[in-house]
Structures are given as structure tokens and as C-alpha cells.
């Protein structure tokens, strides 16, 4: 890490927190659009544009802010390298950025790319290619017909090849992966990713030495907060929910995923792992404590006629762990949004997920209805969820239900939902102690009327910007 | 067969630790020819005893240490779980975050439950030997998938002792596979997604995967015996109704017509098809063609795996020929020759065995006693290439662990 402390203080004031613009740009165009469409490069290409982010690849006259690119990433890394959640964050961003800057490399580049980057990856034979012409191109959606007599297929071995083989994108045989010239971006990305993950856990060990810099203190601190938000770990309000209120508290304040959770557990008297890991969670988020967590769950099960002492033999141990008082005692943190709609989908007898994300259409018309939902808001959701604008459905259903035109909020946690929900309930007396993190809501006036993924990006980007301010400071020389 | 009674479960574990459970084998195996230094030692074994006591981080210096304590402890299961960075039982004096699960077997769990929704002849814990052909289709397209596509040549296959199967993969490089590797795995070999909130679980896309067509092929060997007959999935309209939920609107009255008019699964199946292979395919996003016909297929019959039990290098799962403590039955591998024939019925229970072994005792010499154990030991290992290949593993250097094998066993391919 030598030279960080003086690099810092001449960095230009711009391309620090525009780096963490980006990256945040990229995650909530994400979340709101299909990854890789064009409608995603285009709102991509749009947002890096007019955040004047450098991303055109080999101009000589773009060194300077290449070189300050290099220089926000190694001090980004120091400020993401901290804990689990904020390394799968950077590295999930920094990813999703890298493969759109490969799209847009023009085909020559891409060879000597593999060349300059030393990745050991052979081409194979044209009558290797020929045994298996069939196979390779049912495997490849980017082979467009039997051309195959035009593009290098490489073999390598399946493990190289990760983020092909589990969604079937490639062919493999015999514990080989053949990948197209096409394809061969997404190994590079699993390089990438390896190669990152192992310099965080690297930054992450030599943290102790930068952080003494107290230059650079306040500034690690600052970003990490900021840029990611609130992960409601924090109990400042353990303990001010009593048992007997989370029932009228699930129809009223809970978003639709712990909604539907709660009834799953009062109807069936259980619930699976994942349901128990997502809605645990939630419980302890909005201020249950150890004890209250206990109690709740215990009671329930033993209706499902389950033994007691089988519960304490169980479940309880996963209770206490989930709140840090076992094994590894990591204070887990309730899921996010993200989180919950990208991980772990529901299977057959679960309950968990995102209902905007995981239900049948169909289906989710039908709760809507059984929550009362009027029909124009139904249709609104349902469309939302068709453009797979998630969180955005769900604050419409928060506008629904709490009878406001504009949630006045970006939703991206269950908790927040919760937070939000009893503010507007309790006119303003929070049952919570702390304050909003700054990055989330506006005032009414800078929200547009028609809640979409743009305006909450513009919401997001106006309270980013204000944040900016104090940290132009540290970089002017 | 002798019933089984679990209040006897005491005397029989003690029968069954001292004379029938196979160390010499179990240790061969789980040391992998001593190769790697303290490879066994380092494994973590997890005991549940008797009133539901289970302890983990359990771990053995040799096979006669094992021995002794299985022995002492008279565990009603055993779980194997992952090989550490030090030995288990002292994890507590290693430094915090030192102590880290380093390797282990890839693992499948494949339980029936998890096809309530498409099985009309039992449900949650239950089995019978219609619904067992699940089990029988699982195994065939995993195993297909694990030996060609991925290369894996030491697969063992185990029934559970009374619900579904387990799968572990023993191959040195498997062992050392990472977590996003495994979970990458189970993603390539998952088609049916979703819960209770989705209707239809399985969406082909217009290119089929070779890997989905292999698993096609070998679904259409049982489909009619086992969905048209055994299942019956159209025999009246409440059970055809769910297949029409998987089917585009628009052919739903031409289908309730003409389902009427048959007589049989087979013959409405055969309307089915006949109807899907003529609707337009000009409607977008409404499959046609046999795309339908497979996916309705897939639904029903090809193999859903939990995730969890995959991707965890720590994960433990219920050791071969431990016993399940509700069936008493011996968790044995299976035959992968003999797939079809394999009946979960007949896999023989502690009772059973413990019975024989006791019947012989008291009226034969010694010598014949030696021989009906390991007679028994024989039947209750249902020996097979690749449960073979695995106990051979242990024994030769990576490179030749497929010779000895097949030299061994007179077989014409390994694995």
C-alpha cells in the first residue's frame, strides 16, 4: 500500500466518489432492467455518458483519467474490503461493469486480449469441432446458426467456466467446457472476480496499516456507510415491539414478503430454512430480542404439535446463532431486497423469496386482491413486475396501502419498508431511534409523479451528490 | 423380514457396531490411501445418540479408534461432513478463524418429498414402488450427467433408509471443488423451479441443451409405465386439470373435449402431443411443438435436488450404512447396474439382520457363524462397479484408481 497516502492527497476531486456513482449506477440499472439487453447497454452507456466516466478502452489522450480510474478502484477496495456484504457488493458492481465494457470491445481486441492476459486456453482442432458441431451450437445462445467453421472453440476445464456451465450456456463433455470466441467473455469475468476476491481478502488484512493513515480514516468510513446504506443490524430499538402486536403489524407495516411469511407460519405452524432465515431476520431488524424471538417461535411450533424439547434441541440453537450468541457469533444482518429477490428462489413448500419477484402472476393477482388492493393498483404492480421493476412494484404496493400518492422513499430492504410504514402510521413518531441514513429519501418536490427505476435513480443520485460535498475536501489540492 | 421395532434400537446398534458394520471398508475409503497426511483424521464426523443427543466435530485417529468408539457411543446415525484444517475434536483450542472446512466429497440429496406436487399415490415421508421410479429416473439422468458431462468416475449412490437417495462423489479434484463451483453444479442439473405460487416449474428455451435432451431421452423410457399407468396423471379431471394449468389457454377447451372422449392416460397423452405439435407457434411466448410435451414431462419426472446439501463444504450428510433410526433400514448403496431393480423394500433393516445373525449363532460352530457375517456384510454392501471403484479409490495412487478397479472386479469399464 506504499504511495496511497500521497496518490490520495493529489487525486482530482472528481473521480473518486464518480467511480462509486458508477458503481451504484450499475447496481440499481440491475436491478431494474435485464442484464445484458439493449435496452440495459443503452441506459448503461447513457448514465456512464453523462457521468463523463472514462470506459472507451485504448485512447492515449484518456490516460490521466484512466490513471485516476486505477487509483479510485485501489481506494475503493481499501473502503469495500471490510465486511462479507460490501466485498459481494463491490465485486458484484465492479463485474457487471467490466462486462459491459467487453461488450462494447471490438472483435480483434478480444484476441490479443487473451494473449496479453495470459489465460492458458487452447483452441481445438477443426475435426474436434466437427464431432461435436451439433452439441456446441444447441449449447450456445450467441451462435447464430451453424457457423461454426468461422469461430475458435476453446476447451477448458468445466471449473474455468463457472458462469457458463450452471445456466447449461455451454457444451461439456468429460468434465470439459467448449466455449465459443463469443462466450469467452464470461470466463474472463470468472478470472476477474477470483483474481478481485482474493485482493480484497488481501486489502482486508492490511487494512490496520492504511486506517492509521488519518487522512485516509474519515474517508474509508464515510464511503462504506454512505454509498451502501443502512443494513438494519443496528438494534437501537430491541426490544419496543411486543409479541401480541405482530399480527396487526404483518397486515399493516410488513412489506408482502414477510406478510406472507408470517401468515405461512400462523397457518402451517412452520416454516422451512429459508423462511425461518429471511423472516428471523426481519423480526430481529424491527426490534424483537433474543428472548421475544424464543418465545415466538417456540409457541408456534408447538401448535404444529412439535415436541418442546425438540425445538430446544433445534431450532433454538439456530435462533441464538442467527442473533450472534453461537458458533462463528456473526451478528447476522436481515436480508436486503436484493438479496432475497437474487438468492436462494423458493422451492416447492417455501415460502420465502419476493413475492413480485417468485410468484406466478396469476397467483400474486390473487393475494393482491385478498389484501384489498383496487384493481388500477393491481394492474400497476402487475405491469411493474412485467418489466421486472421489483422494489418498485412493492413501493407501489406501499402507496396502495398506506394511502399515499408517492412513498417518498427508494425501496431496497425489508426493513426500510417497515421503518417507513410505521413513520407514515404513527404520523412521524418513529418506533425506531435513528435517524434516515442520507442517502434515502427526498422531499416530495424532487420525486416525479410516476414512480419508475429512472426517478428513483435520480432521487438516489441528487442525495449522492449532496453527500459529495464534504468529501470534495479531502481530494482538492 | 423380521419387524422392526426402534425401542430395540440399543441391542441392535450394539449387535451391528461389534459385528456387521464394515470398518475395514468404510476406513479404506474415507483415507483414500493415506495419500494426503492426516486426510482422515481431520474429517468431521457428526454422532446422534440415543433421546436425540448429537454431537459434531467428532473425529478418529486410525480405524481401530473409530471402531472403539463407534462401539462406545452406539450412535443411532452417523453424518459425515468435511475434512478440516486441523483434527475436529480439538477445534476448540485453534486459533478463531484458523479452524476452516478444506475439502469433501460432492453430495446429492434427492428426497421424495420434494415431488408432493406431481405424485397422486403418497405424500411427505411416505414411499411406495410407484413413486419409487422417481428415485430410479433421478439416478439415471444425475449419474448420465455426472460420469459424461462432468467427468466425475467415482459416484456412490446410497438409499437414505426411507424416502430418497444420496449421491457422493469421491474423485480427488472433486473433493476440492469450492462452494460456487458445487452450487454451479446443481444449477447446471436443475430444470423444475419454483414453489407453491408457481404453476408451471419448467421453461425450455427454443435452443434444448444436450444435457436436457439426454434427460429427455432417458425420461421417455418411463414415462408411460410410470406417469400413464402407475401414476395415471390423466385419468379424471381433477388430475388432467394440473397438466392443463402447464398449457397455453387456448387449448384448454379443445383439451377438456377431447380428454372426455378417451378412455386412458395413454390415449389422452397421445391427444396431447397430437395437439401440441399443431398449435400455431406464432404466439409468442406461448410454447407449442414438443417443447410442451417435454416440459409436462419434465415436470413430472426429472429429479429436484436441494441446493443446500450441494453447495456447503461443511455440510454433513448421513453416512452409507448408517442406520435410519424411523424404517431401521441400512443406508446401502445401490447398484447403478441394477438400477431398475433396486426395491427399497427389500434393503434389509438392523432387525433383519441382526436376526439372521443371531439364528445362526445359536445353533452353528463358529466357523459357519464367520461365514453367514460375511455373507450378510456381502448382501447389505450390494456391491457394484462404482461402490466398488470407491472402496478401490483408497487403495491405488489417482492415476490408477480405475485399473485396479476393473482388474480387480473382471470388469470391461469402471465406473
Redesign the interface.
Known sequence: MQGTSSTARTLHGRSLPLLVHVLKSVENLGVSYVKGTELYQSKLEAEIRRLKFSYRESLEDEYEPRRKDHISHFILRLAYCQSEDLRRWFIQQEMDLLRFRFSILPKDKIQSFLQDSHLHFEAISEEEKNLREQ?II????SLGGPKLELEYVYKIP??DA?DL????KV??????AYVPLKDIVAIILNEFRAKLSKALALTARSLPAVQSDERLQPLLNHLSHSYIGQDYSIQGNAGKISLDQIDSLSTKSFPPCMRQLHKALRENHHLR?GGRMQYGLFLKGIGLTLEQALQFWKQEFIKGKMDP??FD?GYSYNIRHSFGKEGKRTDYTPFSCLKIILTN???????H?C?FR???P???KQKLQSYKITPGGISQILDLVKGTHYQVACQKYFEMTHNVDDCGFSLNHPNQFFVESQRVLNGGKDIKKESIPPETPQPKQSAQKTKNASSALASLNSSLEMDMEGLEDYFSE | MEPFDPAELPELLKLYYRRLFPYAQYYRWLNYGGVVKNYFQHREFSFTLKDDIYIRYQSFNNQSDLEKEMQKMNPYKIDIGAVYSHRPNQHNTVKLGAFQAQEKELVFDIDMTDYDDVRRCCSSADICSKCWTLMTMAIRIIDRALKEDFGFKHRLWVYSGRRGVHCWVCDESVRKLSSAVRSGIVEYLSLVKGGQDVKKKVHLSENVHPFVRKSISIIKKYFEGYALVGQDILENKESWDKILALVPETMHNDLQQNFQKHHSSLQRWEYLKKAASQCPSNIKNEKCGPWLEWEIMLQYCFPRLDINVSKGINHLLKSPFSVHPKTGRISVPIDLQKVDQFDPFAVPTISSICHELDAIFTSEAEKEENQAESDIKHRTRVVGPSSCGMWDAASASPDEQCHVHAQDLNWQNPG
Do not use: I
Open positions: 452439441e444447441a449449447s450456445s445462445t468445466f471449473a463457472l456451465f450452471r445456466g447449461r457444451y461439456l463433455e468429460n468434465g470439459f430454512h424439547d425438540k434441541k428462489p423458493p422451492s416447492q413448500g417455501d415460502y423469496g413475492p417468485h410468484s406466478d396469476e397467483l400474486l
